[in-house]
């Protein structure tokens, strides 16, 4: 009996070697895991909120044009656009549909 008792102490202490071994192996490895997945959830949130902060710019920018051509396009009268040379066009021709096209060629499609 003592010696079946010596017997799997001796093969309990060799394999608590490799089972320590083993998960202090796989704790480091998880570790690792761990350690790059922040870094790539810190540089991911810091990716994102860069591009909130282009979209916010371009945003603001677009804002702006927006305004800008507004304010053009209020301007644009014929006389103030006579200042530039500019005159209103003439309509020299005005061809009528005739009534037998019927009504898929009046709604703008062709024949």
């Given at each position: 009996?003592?010696?079946?008792?010596?017997q799997?102490?001796?093969?309990?202490?060799?394999?608590?070697a490799?089972i320590a071994?083993t998960?202090?192996g796989?704790c480091?490895?998880?570790?690792?895991?761990?350690?790059?997945n922040i870094?790539?959830?810190?540089?991911?949130?810091?990716?994102l909120?860069?591009?909130?902060?282009?979209?916010a710019a371009?945003?603001s920018?677009?804002?702006?044009?927006d305004?800008q051509?507004l304010?053009?396009?209020l301007?644009?009268?014929?006389?103030?656009?006579?200042?530039?040379?500019?005159?209103q066009?003439k309509?020299?021709?005005?061809?009528s549909?005739?009534?037998?096209?019927?009504s898929?060629?009046?709604?703008?499609?062709e024949?």
């Amino acid at each position: 009996m003592t010696r079946a008792i010596a017997q799997t102490y001796k093969m309990t202490n060799d394999y608590r070697a490799h089972i320590a071994a083993t998960l202090f192996g796989l704790c480091a490895f998880m570790v690792i895991l761990y350690a790059v997945n922040i870094y790539r959830t810190i540089s991911s949130t810091i990716a994102l909120q860069s591009t909130q902060a282009h979209v916010a710019a371009l945003s603001s920018a677009v804002g702006k044009l927006d305004s800008q051509y507004l304010d053009i396009s209020l301007s644009a009268t014929p006389s103030a656009l006579s200042k530039y040379g500019l005159s209103q066009g003439k309509v020299s021709a005005f061809i009528s549909s005739p009534a037998s096209l019927g009504s898929v060629a009046m709604s703008g499609h062709e024949l």
